[in-house]
């Protein structure tokens, strides 16, 4: 188990820009969630996904925020025309959702974006 | 929407002495309230958490309780040691699934030696 893992660490992009980013949940887990934090926030929720079917996204997400699953393994987390509000850490976070109950989420070290 | 309170933002302690962090959530129908402790420039890390059908839990030096009928739940930090310094984040179930959590704006915890 590799736990949770975001590519790439950082990013730094000019207002405007598409940017991507992916992550790798753990091996065995079925939910995939997106969160953004800010500095001295709480992650705050954007999406999550149940095996490849997105379930549940965010009133307060932008029409430029897209999230895919497509295999339901790996995600991919794109934001088009970036604005300097979408600067944040982008956390990945992955549980195992069964009848019996959900395992505890388990986070990834994060994207941080600055668009400049 | 769902919402979820914490109190107080920063709280300082001597090495030794318990910590108490404070969240109160507005969904009643959210099930399942997890802690999670985040060290400077590290991801959030849960430390305990409490499913809606139990109304305390202990780990050592750490416990939650929930009172569903006040919708609120608390972290217990008792015989606090420096290494407890971080950020602690409650958070609850919410959503038209249940399946996301909503995050508390977090406590700064400081043990002072």
């Known amino acids: 188990d590799t736990g949770v893992s975001q590519d790439p660490r950082h990013k730094i992009t000019k207002r405007g820009q598409n940017v991507t980013f992916r992550c790798d949940p753990i091996?065995?887990?079925?939910?995939l969630y997106w969160y953004r934090q800010t500095l001295g926030q709480g992650p705050e929720f954007l999406t999550y996904f149940q095996n490849e079917a997105q379930l549940e996204k965010s009133r307060l997400l932008s029409d430029r925020f897209s999230a895919e699953r497509p295999k339901g393994s790996f995600s991919t987390l794109e934001i088009q025309r970036t604005e300097q509000g979408d600067s944040a850490m982008y956390l990945c976070a992955s549980s195992q959702h069964s009848g019996q109950g959900d395992s505890p989420l388990h986070f990834g070290n994060g994207t941080r974006l600055t668009v400049t | 929407g769902e919402n979820v309170e914490q109190h107080p933002s920063t709280l300082s302690v001597q090495e030794g002495d318990s910590a108490v962090i404070k969240c109160t959530y507005s969904?009643?129908?959210?099930?399942?309230f997890p802690w999670y402790k985040q060290e400077l420039g590290k991801r959030p890390q849960l430390i305990i958490d409490i499913r809606s059908n139990v109304g305390e839990k202990k780990d050592q030096r750490i416990a939650v309780t929930l009172n569903k009928t006040a919708k609120h739940f608390s972290l217990h930090i008792t015989e606090t040691q420096p290494e407890d310094s971080a950020v602690y984040f409650c958070?609850?179930?919410?959503?038209?699934?249940?399946?996301?959590?909503?995050f508390g704006k977090g406590t700064k915890l400081s043990v002072k030696p």
């Open positions: 958070a609850a179930t919410g959503g038209r699934s249940q399946g996301n959590l909503i």
């Open positions: 969904d009643s129908a959210s099930n399942y």
């Open positions: 091996s065995e887990h079925n939910r």
